[in-house]
Each structure stands twice: as C-alpha cells, then as structure tokens.
C-alpha cells in the first residue's frame, strides 16, 4: 500500500486546514488508518485513528474535540480535519495504516503501523 498526504499549509491561529491521506496499490477498506506528527527537535506523536469500519475512532487529548478523522473507502482515502488551530500543532504530519490492530492501544502505537505516507507540513502561525 502507497499513501500519499497532502493538504498541509501555512494558516493563521484559529484556522482549518483539512489533510487527505491517499492509498494506492490496494485497497486500505479493512485498514486501520491513523494520523501522527511529529515538530522539529520533537518525536513522532500520535494524533487520531480510525478503525477499518469507521465505527472506532481515536485522539491524542491535545487535538480533542478540534481535530476530526474519517476515511471514505470507496475512495480510499482518509481525512483530518482540524479546527481551532494553535501554533503548537505546526508539525509534520503523516498517515499510516496496518491491517492488524489486535487491540485499542495498537492503535495509539506508531510501531503498529507497517505502511506510511510522505508527510505534508502543517505551519500555525500567531
């Protein structure tokens, strides 16, 4: 599975921004996908996950409630959208997705993953 995502820019505080996480090569439908980033000098922290079904979706506490995630299987990609953007989330972002979450913390745990995307920059500016 290839992912490719995008949609990352420059914005204001307080700003949306909405990232695409493309799949290509097969279908991610039973895929579990999940969103981490990762700031300069910082490691790579997780943001959200959504199971294969959508019936299951995960955040880090820090974007509660400000960032959604959700997939449209039918075109093999899945979403971030983040509102309420703080300076503090300029990041590189980056998708991944696995096959086998054999529990919820799986989804929490980069190592999980065994597919991943190029990341796309995320610039908050105050």
Do not use: H
């Amino acid at each position: 599975v290839q992912l490719q995502a995008s949609g990352g820019g420059l914005v204001q505080a307080g700003g949306s921004l909405r990232l695409s996480c493309a799949a290509s090569g097969r279908s991610i439908s039973n895929y579990a996908v999940g969103w981490f980033r990762q700031a300069p000098g910082k490691e790579r922290e997780f943001v959200a996950a959504i199971s294969w079904s959508s019936t299951s979706t995960y955040y880090a506490d820090s974007v509660k409630g400000r960032f959604t995630i959700s997939r449209d299987n039918a075109k093999n990609t899945a979403y971030l959208q983040m509102n309420s953007l703080k300076p503090e989330d300029t990041a590189v972002y980056y998708c991944a997705a696995d096959n086998i979450m054999r529990d919820r913390s799986s989804f929490y745990d980069s190592r999980k993953y065994d597919n991943w995307g190029r990341g796309t920059q995320v610039t908050v500016s105050s």
